[in-house]
């Protein structure tokens, strides 16, 4: 059975810095493309950052620059480390896998199609 479980959320001031992990199991996370997704009250969800499986980063632009994406492959462990934080970074964040993943081109939403519970992040002003 395929499971996520992200860890690392809580509450920040804002500029302040989190980092957030998430432990696969169930699968083989090197076939696998990994994205943190948020979603905040009232908003759908989006797509924060993803990593193929060759270590390919991607980022959207209202987190470029303060966040990093990164995988260790044999701890089967993804993470996103959070800096500069600001309150419109408040959300519910999710580790999604799309597994097992060979296209050249970056998953869809639709293609993760294994989800963690999420990790509540909140900034404070």
């Known amino acids: 059975q395929v499971q996520l479980v992200e860890s690392g959320g809580g509450s920040a001031q804002a500029g302040g810095s989190l980092k957030l992990s998430c432990a696969a199991s169930?699968?083989?996370?090197?076939?696998?493309?990994m994205g943190w997704h948020r979603q905040a009250p009232g908003k759908e969800r989006e797509l924060v950052s993803s990593i193929t499986r060759d270590g390919t980063t991607s980022y959207a632009d209202s987190v470029k620059g303060r966040f990093t994406i990164s995988r260790d492959n044999a701890k089967n462990t993804l993470y996103l480390q959070m800096n500069s934080l600001k309150t419109d970074d408040t959300a519910l964040y999710y580790c999604?896998?799309?597994?097992?993943?060979?296209?050249?081109?970056?998953?869809?939403?639709?293609?993760?199609?294994?989800w963690g519970q999420g990790t509540q992040v909140t900034v404070s002003s």
């Open positions: 169930g699968y083989i996370f090197n076939n696998c493309d």
């Open positions: 999604a896998a799309a597994c097992p993943y060979y296209s050249d081109y970056a998953p869809r939403l639709d293609e993760y199609n294994h």
